[in-house]
Nanobody, 126 residues
Framework: QVQLVESGGGLVQAGGSLRLSCAAS????????MGWFRQIPGKEREFVGS????????LYADSVKGRFTISRDSAKNTVYLQMNSLKPEDTAVYYC???????????????????WGQGTQVTVSS
C-alpha cells in the first residue's frame, strides 16, 4: 500500500498560481500511475489529471487543460500539481491518488486508485 500526504493548498486570487505536492511512501511508488482529483461538498470526486509511472505521459481533464501541469520526481517519491491561471471554479479539496495499475489514459475514476491522501483545500477568490 502506498501512503500519500498532500501539501501546498491555500487561498489565492483569481489568476494566481499554486503548487500542490504529494509525498508518497511505502511500496514501489515508481511503478504506478498517479492522479489528482478534486471535490466540492455535495459533488462527486472529479478527475483532474494523471501521470504515468515514468512521468513522461500525462492526461488532463478539459476543465484544467493548458492551466495545470502534473509532474513526478521519483528520487523524492513526490508528485506535483502546478496550477496556473486559477479560477474561482477551481475552488475544491484536492486529493492525490496512487497505486493504480491502470494506464494513465484509463485511470480516471476514483475506484481505479488504491491509495488516497488526506486532501488539501484550494480556495480561489474572485
Amino acid at each position: 500500500q502506498v501512503q500519500l500526504v498532500e501539501s501546498g493548498g491555500g487561498l489565492v486570487q483569481a489568476g494566481g498560481s499554486l503548487r500542490l505536492s504529494c509525498a508518497a511512501s511505502g511500496r514501489t511508488f515508481g511503478s504506478y500511475t498517479m492522479g489528482w482529483f478534486r471535490q466540492i461538498p455535495g459533488k462527486e470526486r472529479e478527475f483532474v489529471g494523471s501521470i504515468n509511472w515514468s512521468g513522461a505521459r500525462t492526461l488532463y481533464a478539459d476543465s484544467v487543460k493548458g492551466r495545470f501541469t502534473i509532474s513526478r520526481d521519483s528520487a523524492k517519491n513526490t508528485v506535483y500539481l502546478q496550477m496556473n491561471s486559477l479560477k474561482p471554479e477551481d475552488t475544491a479539496v484536492y486529493y492525490c491518488a496512487g497505486g493504480s495499475r491502470r494506464s494513465y489514459e484509463s485511470a480516471r475514476q476514483p475506484d481505479d486508485f488504491a491509495s488516497w491522501g488526506q486532501g488539501t483545500q484550494v480556495t480561489v477568490s474572485s
